[in-house]
């Protein structure tokens, strides 16, 4: 009765605990997770998905926006792939419907890990422990990019952070938040911030205008505009995720806030037209601490070595 007491409290709460992955196929994701390590998908031999999503880092790259091919500039911040099975779409504009469309974009992007489906598909097939994992997974004499996005997208499903100090809470651990985090709970929800910030990922089901109350100064792409063509969704982002903000700094789609501290103040004043105090402000960090949930565990993938005939990387070229 007490569990089931739990259970209900933390469903009237705007935000829910992590749940973990419903069903998954085990031979698809330790395919997947050696995909997602493997910087022989690109071009120059060096980039692989875990470049930009680094597990070991909140599942980004900490920096404002991503370093592609050549040291070119990306245009926009890396999303954290922690707890992306949860988003309502991929990539900042939702231009992917979900994981398995997006993995196949960073691999054929000139400006990320610029190789082409095809020479990337030339290179699997070349190696005969990915021949006999991909026959067995998928039971075809074939490899095609439609397995190596399901397999890495089969591997992401897997990266949910669940057990954070704030879902022991929410499941009735009362101990589990101080004073402090708990009142900047209650701002969170008080000032209007559960709005666009709520359910299991704390974020990733909507797409929001940046800037409602007074315009961002930052950056600013089209958005969900390029994806549309509506000019209503001119300057609409994915709500990002909140699950393990702390580790994923920098924030926004252009990777200009720093710190916590001056994310909470931009967003404040940008999209609820508050301008909290620095005790308030502290409050609320201190809650956005407590949603680092437990991070995936697991041995690093030992890759299959290439053959005689794989095609070499061309890193200068």
């Known amino acids: 009765?007490?569990?089931?007491?739990?259970?209900?409290?933390?469903?009237?709460?705007?935000?829910?605990?992590?749940?973990?992955?419903?069903?998954?196929?085990?031979?698809?994701?330790?395919?997947?997770?050696?995909?997602?390590?493997?910087?022989?998908?690109?071009?120059?031999?060096?980039?692989?998905c875990n470049t930009c999503h680094n597990l070991s880092m909140g599942g980004t790259d900490n920096i404002p926006t991503s370093v592609g091919d050549h040291w070119q500039q990306g245009p926009i911040n890396a999303p954290t792939v922690l707890n992306s099975s949860l988003n309502l779409a991929q990539f900042w504009d939702g231009r992917a419907a979900d994981l398995k469309a997006q993995a196949g974009g960073p691999i054929a992007n000139p400006g990320e890990m610029a190789f082409t489906h095809t020479l990337a598909i030339n290179v699997l097939e070349s190696i005969p422990a990915y021949v006999r994992e991909f026959k067995m997974v998928f039971g075809k004499n074939k490899i095609d990019i439609d397995q190596v996005t399901l397999a890495i997208a089969e591997f992401e499903k897997t990266l949910v952070t669940p057990n954070s100090r704030f879902d022991q809470w929410l499941l009735g651990n009362k101990a589990a938040l101080t004073q402090q985090e708990q009142e900047g709970y209650a701002l969170f929800k008080d000032s209007g911030c559960v709005a666009c910030h709520n359910g299991e990922a704390v974020g990733g089901n909507s797409f929001q205008k940046m800037?409602?109350?007074?315009?961002?100064?930052?950056?600013?792409?089209d958005g969900r505009a390029a994806v549309t063509g509506k000019d209503e969704d001119r300057f609409n982002f994915k709500v990002p995720t909140l699950r393990n903000v702390e580790m994923t700094y920098p924030y926004f789609h252009d990777g200009a806030a720093n710190t916590l501290t001056e994310a909470v103040d931009v967003m404040g004043r940008l999209q609820l037209g508050k301008k909290f105090t620095k005790d308030e402000n502290a409050k609320i960090v201190a809650f956005l601490k407590t949603l680092t949930g437990e991070q995936p565990n697991f041995t690093l993938p030992i890759l299959p070595p290439s053959s005689d005939t794989t095609p070499r990387p061309t890193p200068f070229k």
């Open 1 to 48: 009765m007490a569990l089931q007491g739990a259970v209900q409290a933390a469903s009237d709460e705007p935000i829910q605990p992590i749940k973990p992955p419903a069903s998954i196929n085990v031979g698809m994701v330790e395919l997947g997770k050696k995909l997602y390590f493997d910087p022989r998908l690109s071009k120059s031999g060096i980039m692989s």
């Open 211 to 221: 800037g409602i109350v007074e315009p961002y100064k930052g950056k600013m792409s």
